[in-house]
């Protein structure tokens, strides 16, 4: 079972995609609910401590707003430990929103300067290229590490 970090790592659409072919999505899922299950971590919607900034310094410089400071430090640590990406562009907010583009700009090139296995496409728009794009999803899946169906 490979870790797949899923772009936009809010989708949970992908991120069940992912899991149904046997392996184990990488996303903000993931990220936060270890955040809010942490001791002396306040309940939502404050689910992030003062640290997490300064963790988030590891992934980006100090001139780098906080927020994508804060944000990194849950996205930056799933990058290191993930083994495959697939970055999903031009999606719907509905699939996925991530709330800033600054720090999709830093993740999209973390994920790109890794060296992983990523598999890139374009949201789909009508049924016929829904087909295309599970399709696609589950041939890239296959071919990871201990790939195969759920």
Do not use: W
């Not at 719907?92 to 583009?101: E, I, T």
Request: hydrophobic share 45%; glycine share 10%.
């Amino acid at each position: 079972m490979a870790k797949v970090f899923i772009y936009p790592a809010t989708s949970l659409i992908l991120s069940d995609l992912v899991a149904r072919f046997g392996h184990k999505p990488l996303g903000a899922a993931l990220g936060i609910r270890e955040r809010i299950q942490t001791a002396g971590v306040d309940s939502p919607p404050l689910q992030i401590t003062p640290e997490e900034p300064k963790r988030g310094l590891k992934y980006a410089a100090v001139e780098v707003p906080s927020g994508v400071r804060g944000r990194m430090a849950i996205y930056g640590p799933l990058i290191e430990e993930a083994e495959a990406a697939i970055i999903v562009t031009e999606a719907d907010l509905a699939f996925g929103c991530m709330g800033c583009a600054r720090t999709d700009e830093l993740i999209l090139f973390s994920l790109r300067q890794s060296g992983i296995p990523i598999l890139e496409l374009e949201y789909p728009t009508n049924e016929e290229e829904g087909i295309r794009f599970v399709a696609a999803v589950k041939k890239f899946l296959a071919g990871l590490p201990d790939g195969g169906e759920a």
